[in-house]
């Protein structure tokens, strides 16, 4: 993942560009045979043009990558607002269960990370082949990068990282996990870069004809590889049969006890007998999934939901099942969010006033999540971010272009950019964050100095008696160690690196 953070350079020897955006806070990425096709409705502004490596994709992650322009500070803040999210789910979520995922059907803080995720991968896509002339050029380095995220996807989330509280490494590989974020934001990184690659690359500037639909057109083949996806992930859901299947649990005395699940339906979106979870299993192997499930929370299966709890007594089996949550089918389903997210980079490169950029972002975010709301309370198809149901895409996707929008207007528009230039620092630096705090390897590593037991390390220390002894509330002092001990170090960290021009690539 090459060029996948951002570094910002200011070359004084370039031309002025027309933008209306202010100055050194502007996004500008057309070319002058595009600028022609455009009518501007407001008179712009000349502002210098900055050479941007931009964005990142990893789990936590946006995939960047480079590209002449203008700064797009608006998208790299989302980004850190992602990362931070992340990080505040993963490690406070088990305090807070209604910021964590939804045990099934529903919507929660932690479950907007991965569609935000794969919205910035799809606008940052839309800026990636600036410099790229030669079709093999693109695919090369397309594949080379989605090589490099299921690498690290298998390393940081297959089983072989224990981080950050258990001490050793190293996974049996009759059970390793073979997806994870990584595994899914490099599907549908390379779906959409692909198609976007074979339609841009070497190919005529793409000339917006009149109408608001003309957009749609001039990329139509984007749109038709996130439809084409989003029905094979309805046909497969709605048609495939779905049998009767077993598993083995391992208890705590070392006793294998087999269980059977009876399903024998088509169509079915509950825990136990979707297409999402038969697809997985019969492609990867049961013993290939995801063992500890959202789904453990359920209702169903304690009546601590949505809290962790011990299992009813009359609890179904499939509460002690694995289950994939960033698995095949419905990782199909995700390119849609990547498609939507290209969508608003297209809108970035075409139009040059805001007034422009906010109507579309705002008309099509709104609308994406009006859709997703009717389609959830309907009960037509729920909001389920385990099976990334359609109205989850919409709900969500209609989420990040609001979102976007939002930072746009106060950032660009408005110009608060000091507020936010922690995020920035972080921005670019994101890897590190996400494999060092998201994933725990920092932790990890302190944590194996510890004194005579591991519990007795500087972090438990920090966390017990800095924060939940003196709050006298494990849930409290959990939440603020993740904001102080965690967010804002890690903020402060990456701020010094960026003082010092260190920055990490893969």
Wanted: glycine share 8%.
């Amino acid at each position: 993942m090459e060029e996948l953070f951002v570094k910002e350079k200011q070359n004084d020897d370039e031309k002025n560009i027309s933008s209306i955006s202010r100055p050194d806070v502007i996004i500008d990425c057309r070319t002058k045979e595009e600028e022609a096709t455009v009518t501007v409705e407001e008179p712009p502004l000349r502002q210098k043009t900055k050479r941007v490596a931009t964005l990142d994709a990893f789990r936590g992650l946006t995939i960047v990558v480079s590209a002449k322009q203008n700064s797009k500070r608006c998208l790299f803040v989302l980004v850190l607002y992602v990362l931070q999210l992340m990080i505040l789910v993963d490690d406070a979520g088990g305090a807070y269960s209604r910021i964590d995922h939804s045990p099934w059907n529903g919507c929660t803080l932690a479950d907007f990370v991965m569609p935000f995720f794969l919205f910035i991968v799809g606008v940052a896509i839309a800026l990636a082949f600036k410099k790229i002339s030669n079709i093999k050029q693109g695919v090369k380095k397309i594949t080379l990068r989605t090589v490099k995220l299921v690498f690290w996807g298998l390393i940081l989330q297959g089983g072989y990282s224990h981080a950050p509280d258990d001490l050793q490494y190293g996974v049996d590989m009759k059970h390793i996990r073979w997806c994870g974020i990584l595994q899914r934001i490099a599907l549908v990184y390379f779906v959409i870069a692909m198609i976007e690659a074979f339609t841009t690359i070497g190919r005529p500037r793409v000339i917006l004809g009149h109408g608001h639909i003309s957009i749609f057109t001039a990329h139509r083949w984007q749109w038709i590889g996130g439809f084409a996806a989003l029905i094979i992930y309805i046909i497969t859901t709605y048609a495939l049969y779905v049998p009767d299947w077993s598993f083995s649990v391992l208890d705590n005395d070392q006793l294998l006890h087999h269980y059977t699940v009876v399903c024998g339906v088509r169509g079915h979106l509950g825990p136990a007998c979707n297409a999402v979870g038969y697809v997985d299993r019969q492609v990867w192997g049961i013993n290939h999934l995801y063992s500890y499930p959202v789904w453990t929370r359920h209702k169903d299966c304690t009546f601590s939901s949505p809290d962790d709890g011990p299992l009813r007594d009359d609890a179904p089996s499939w509460c002690l099942a694995p289950f994939e949550p960033e698995g095949l089918l419905s990782s199909v389903s995700a390119i849609l969010s990547g498609t939507i997210g290209i969508h608003y980079g297209h809108v970035l490169i075409h139009f040059k006033t805001h007034s422009q950029r906010l109507k579309q972002w705002v008309a099509m975010g709104f609308g994406f999540f009006i859709i997703g709301i009717i389609l959830h309370f309907t009960n037509a198809i729920p909001i389920n971010k385990q099976l990334y149901s359609l109205s989850y895409v919409c709900f969500t996707a209609g989420a990040a272009g609001i979102v976007f929008s939002g930072f746009y207007i106060l950032i660009d528009v408005w110009g608060f950019r000091k507020p936010f230039l922690f995020l920035e620092w972080i921005g670019m630096n994101a890897m590190l964050v996400f494999v060092m705090a998201a994933q725990g390897i920092f932790a990890a590593f302190i944590n194996g100095w510890y004194y005579r037991d591991p519990e007795n390390s500087i972090v438990h220390w920090i966390q017990k008696h800095v924060f939940i002894n003196v709050w006298h509330s494990r849930k409290l002092g959990t939440l603020l160690y993740v904001i102080f001990a965690e967010i804002a170090f890690w903020a402060i960290v990456a701020g010094i690196l960026h003082k010092l021009g260190v920055y990490w690539k893969l």
